[in-house]
Structures are given as C-alpha cells and as structure tokens.
C-alpha cells in the first residue's frame, strides 16, 4: 500500500521562544539558525524598530508581537558600523540587546535570516540591502 506524502509538522511559538531562549550572544547565533530549520522554519526576518519576528515555514507564516523598548533607527544606513557592531557580537563580546541598539544607531530596519541558504540580509529603513553575511555551519569554523 502507497504511504501518503508527509505533511510538514506546524512549528509553536514555544519551539520559537526555546530554541531563542539558548542564544547567549553572537556565537550561539549558528546553532540557532540551525535549530530554526529543524522546526521548519525556512526564514524569519527580525524588526529592529519594535522587536516582533515573522517566520515563515512551508506552508506557515508566525509572527510575534513587538517586544522591549522601541529602539528609534537612523534613516540612513552605516555599513562600517553595522560590520563593527557584527563583529563584537559574533566574539560573543556583547549580548543580543546592545547588538539591536548598535544595529538599530547604524540605520538596520530588519535583517532576514534564510535557514535553507544560511545566509543573514540586513537591511536600512529604504529597505536597501546593506550586507549579506554567510551563515557558518555550527562549529565549523569561519568569520563566526
């Protein structure tokens, strides 16, 4: 007997909220995209203005509601600053807040993470691309 075609399991908001839950800094941020995939989340783009997230998986869409304080961003983007800021966090060097405020003072609006791709697009409030960044498989060495 033919076996029907699996259908992709929903990811929660508490699988969500876990796998966000073991980010420490920069340096856990690998293992965290990687997590994001097993749940069948295929990207998710982060707004740095107000703090809500939109995953998507295959046939799902999730987003959350804004969280912290709004962080005001600058209406114009700041490349240089932006790889400054990126740097010190994936040392592990600052924690996700002071990466948001930093990211936020060098003009990013959102950045997307796409699982599939590993890749990381950051974005100014022009919704101009100001960096993609190669995402390195967990413990795998590279500019992580």
């Not at 209406?75 to 400054?84: C, F, H, T, V, Y």
């Not at 405020?101 to 890749?119: F, N, P, S």
């Amino acid at each position: 007997m033919p076996t029907l075609p699996s259908q992709p399991v929903p990811f929660t908001l508490e699988q969500l909220q876990a796998a966000h839950g073991r980010v420490k800094s920069g340096a856990d941020f690998p293992r965290y995209v990687q997590d994001m995939e097993r749940l069948g989340v295929v990207a998710y783009d982060y707004y740095v203005s107000d703090g809500h997230h939109s995953y998507r998986g295959r046939e799902q869409v999730l987003t959350t509601v804004p969280v912290g304080e709004p962080l005001p961003v600058a209406p114009s983007g700041n490349r240089e600053a932006l790889q400054q800021a990126l740097t010190v966090h994936q040392q592990g060097r600052t924690d996700y807040p002071t990466f948001c405020r930093q990211a936020a003072a060098a003009g990013v609006d959102k950045w997307t993470v796409r699982t599939l791709e590993l890749t990381c697009s950051y974005y100014d409030v022009q919704g101009q691309e100001m960096l993609v960044e190669e995402i390195p498989l967990p413990g795998n060495p590279g500019q992580f």
